[in-house]
């Protein structure tokens, strides 16, 4: 019996999850979504990763909207997850942050810095 599509996506981001789980090498990893995931997608993934940095820094989320050029939905959503204390993503964001000098409201972000590399 085949599959329905929602299933099919479900198992293989499971199995995508497993691959990345054993895979020891940081570098292994960046080349391996670099490889899967397309330019556009690859930048979508790290400015959102970078938004949640800003948000658990406390920058005010139109502050991130304006400087990095991302809609403030995305941000409420990113937002949703830093608030929610059983969220895996806040608690890697902050585990990330844990022990890293950084100012706790920050006004102004360098986004030119971080879109150049």
């Known amino acids: 019996m085949k599959k329905n599509r929602r299933a099919l ?14 895979m020891e090498s940081a570098d292994d990893i960046r080349r391996f979504i670099g490889e899967i995931w397309t330019p556009s997608e690859c930048r979508d993934i790290a400015l959102r990763w970078l938004l949640m ?16 050029g991302v809609s403030l939905c995305k941000i409420t959503r990113g937002s949703k997850y ?8 806040r608690r890697v964001v902050m585990e990330e942050m844990q022990g ?10 360098q986004s030119d810095e971080f879109m150049e590399r």
């Not at 996506?9 to 054993?22: D, P």
């Not at 940095?53 to 990095?68: F, N, S």
């Not at 890293?100 to 972000?109: G, L, M, Q, S, T």
């Open 100 to 109: 890293k000098d950084i100012p706790r409201k920050r006004k102004n972000v």
């Open 82 to 89: 830093m608030k929610n204390e059983a969220s895996v993503f």
């Open 53 to 68: 940095k800003l948000l658990a820094e406390g920058v005010p989320q139109r502050t991130i909207a304006r400087e990095l």
């Open 9 to 22: 996506i479900e198992e293989n981001l499971q199995e995508i999850a497993a691959v990345l789980a054993e």
